[in-house]
């Protein structure tokens, strides 16, 4: 059965601050720990207003000390951002503190703007054009050093912290295949090729050390409440933050309105239901029906589902309902 874990951007909201959003995480870890839920990532975004896990490592610790036995990791590091042996030395760090609990999900674009990633990098040169060589190299750091080796990552050799590929094309799927490494797809808000590029990866997959055969997680947006109507419009603030973020104002994620959609011109409306196709809003019986049609089409290993709710007491109910219709074991 398809196991169910938890995406966080860490959502700063109109009005709050990074602090109360980074609170609001560990609680929300927590409250999907006792629920049974697989894994809890966070991602990486740089010079965005609404998103408090810029610096990854160090919210995955945050969460990761405030709970007990729920994985905890990336979803992902953005690499091209940094040197491989950073990595190394963070996710060491984390996984020497939280043995067996933290995962490293990889991806290859910036997060960001390219002012930003300039910011970040000093320099555009390298960076997504060895994103495959950078793979390898931090997984070498992670395994036990050899005789002779000049650099080593102390923290992290020999943790062999479980490390994933994430992409929203065909080239994450070609390469988590050609390493036998585990692929999650963002398919929660990049679902165009979502069916080419995990048929690529269970086509081209090769056994590894890592995994010996094909392991897919799945994006997915899922809203759910006591009633349809709720559930759509709590739905209303992800609308907006991606309509916001689509036309240059990115901003902290808005409380729900009535009505948003009846204000849009109808290409937004568009752009809204391509990028957001991959979710499923409404109350039990519409998730169960959702769920079970979405699985049953792709046959994922996992779904990592995310849902930027404003309230956070109807945040917890949405993964609780959903807990109820999909055990989150698996």
């Keep these: 059965m398809t196991a169910l874990s938890v995406l966080d951007l860490s959502p700063i909201k109109q009005e709050l601050g990074a602090a109360e959003a980074l609170q609001e995480s560990l609680a929300l870890a927590r409250h999907v720990e006792a629920l049974g839920y697989r894994r809890y990532w966070l991602a990486e975004h ?26 905890v990791g990336a979803g992902g590091i953005m690499l091209p951002n940094h040197a491989p042996l950073v990595i190394a030395e963070q996710f060491g760090t984390l996984a020497s503190l939280f043995p067996g609990r933290i995962d490293l999900g990889l991806g290859r ?9 300039q910011a970040l990098r000093r320099t555009l040169q390298g960076g997504v054009d060895t994103f495959p060589q950078d793979v390898q190299e931090l997984l070498a750091y992670f395994a036990p050093s050899q005789r002779g080796q000049l650099v080593r990552a102390i923290p992290g050799e020999g943790t062999n912290v479980p490390v994933w590929i994430l ?55 899922v809203f759910a409440a006591d009633t349809n109507e709720e559930a759509q419009l709590l739905f209303t603030s992800l ?92």
């Design 239 to 330: 609308e907006q933050a991606f309509i916001n973020l689509r036309t240059g104002h990115p901003a902290p994620l808005p409380p729900p309105l009535a009505g948003y959609r009846d204000s849009l011109d109808p290409r937004l409306t568009d752009m809204l239901d391509s990028v957001l196709r991959c979710a499923i809003v409404g109350d039990p019986t519409a998730i169960a029906d959702g769920l079970g049609s979405f699985i049953a089409r792709h046959q994922p290993d996992e779904l990592m589902v995310t849902a930027q709710i404003f309230d956070p007491a109807a945040r917890r109910r949405s993964y609780d309902i959903l807990s109820k219709v999909h055990a989150p074991g698996g």
């Design 167 to 221: 992409g929203s094309s065909h080239y994450g799927a070609q390469l988590a295949a050609a390493l036998g490494l585990p692929y999650a797809f963002a398919s929660h808000f990049a679902p165009a090729d979502l069916e080419y590029a995990i048929q690529l990866y269970r086509q081209q997959f090769r056994p590894s050390p890592y995994l010996d055969k094909p392991h897919v997680m799945l994006g997915l947006n």
């Design 109 to 117: 674009a910036p997060g960001t703007d390219p002012r930003t990633a």
């Design 46 to 71: 740089h010079n965005m207003p609404g998103i408090a896990s810029a610096a990854t490592a160090v919210a995955i610790g945050h969460v990761a000390a405030g709970t007990k036995t729920i994985r």
